[in-house]
């Protein structure tokens, strides 16, 4: 079977030259490349996929960065981002940076390594070297449940976070709560702050001022939520509700309180947010913030696949709707 070192031999030229070609090296003229490709032609050399993205000039590969595929809010929004561009003949190559920095940067710098047509994205930081990689990187870029820094001019698919978390405590004042707790995610976590915002500004908006005590920043997982539920009910044990900044931290609350026996929501209301399907388990019954994660997937894939198809490296950003879905875990305040 004909190898690159044959394809070098028949042309006469080094078999780094033939390398740098496949590759697209910029100091190989493109008569050269072709070259190239004729001789594997008649050698019969069979192209691999990175010579005939030479001739195409596309790779028909994105690369799709998500923080945490444990996480079922993510993986379901991956599936539908894999849908929508397989469907469209393009070849998703997964990163889970697993919240690292290192791992982010390692993802963005092989982008061009790889020479990817397109990526979606959902960061967990972004420093300064990460957004320089990104200005270099001259594809489109889409950011799927992020907000891109002002400086870059990007597309993002998300959900209104501050809406949600109003429409959330609101709810909870209307059945006449007024010590309620919140339980947030990582503090530098833009959806957890927008949340808090929308906790805090529907308060003061019913002349009530935020008790310091009854604020618990933590993580994003159940034992996050079960750890903060226990801190809540210490520190501020007159409280009636509280909303956790995600599902997973609203289950936590729960089973904290069934195993305090602390009915719900008799004793305390618990509202969640994401709408994820364990919330709807019978046993759980989750009062929630849903998010429409498989429509966030493929707005993002369509997003990416109008800018591919017009050439462009912008486009609308797109922010979708939160719904109070109401279960069980929520009720009157008893006075």
Not at 68 to 91: C, K, R
Not at 162 to 169: D, F, K
Not at 209 to 217: C, F, L, N
Request: hydrophobic letters at 40%; charged letters at 25%; a neutral charge.
């Amino acid at each position: 079977m004909p190898t690159i070192k044959d394809v070098a031999k028949h042309l006469g030229v080094s078999v780094s030259t033939v390398s740098r070609a496949l590759n697209n090296h910029p100091d190989i003229k493109q008569d050269t490349k072709n070259e190239v490709l004729e001789a594997m032609k008649r050698i019969n050399y069979t192209p691999n996929a990175v010579a005939r993205s030479l001739i195409s000039r596309k790779s028909n590969t994105i690369g799709l960065m998500i923080p945490d595929i444990t996480d079922p809010f993510f993986s379901a929004m991956a599936h539908d981002v894999e849908e929508v561009l397989s469907d469209n003949g393009y070849q998703v190559v997964y990163v889970n940076t697993s919240r690292r920095l290192e791992k982010e940067k390692r993802f963005l710098t092989s982008v061009m390594e790889r020479k990817m047509d397109g990526i979606i994205v959902t960061p967990d930081f972004l420093d300064e070297e990460a957004l320089e990689i990104m200005r270099r990187l001259e594809i489109p870029v889409v950011f799927l449940r992020r907000r891109p820094p002002q400086d870059l001019d990007m597309p993002f698919v998300d959900v209104d976070h501050y809406e949600g978390a109003c429409n959330a405590m609101d709810y909870l004042l209307s059945l006449g709560h007024s010590r309620i707790g919140f339980m947030g995610m990582p503090p530098y976590s833009f959806t957890g702050q927008e949340r808090y915002r929308g906790y805090v500004d529907c308060l003061k908006k019913r002349g009530l001022e935020p008790d310091p005590s009854g604020i618990v920043w933590d993580g994003r997982t159940i034992a996050c939520g079960y750890r903060a539920m226990g801190k809540l009910m210490e520190d501020y044990p007159s409280m009636t509700a509280v909303f956790a900044a995600n599902d997973l931290l609203g289950i936590g609350a729960l089973e904290w309180l069934a195993e305090h026996k602390l009915s719900v929501p008799e004793r305390m209301s618990v509202i969640g947010f994401d709408n994820l399907e364990v919330s709807d388990l019978h046993w759980i019954k989750l009062t929630t913030v849903a998010q429409p994660r498989k429509e966030m997937g493929r707005k993002a894939a369509e997003v990416l696949l109008q800018m591919l198809t017009e050439n462009k490296l912008t486009a609308q950003s797109i922010l979708l709707p939160t719904k109070l879905i109401i279960r069980e875990t929520c009720t009157s305040v008893i006075k």
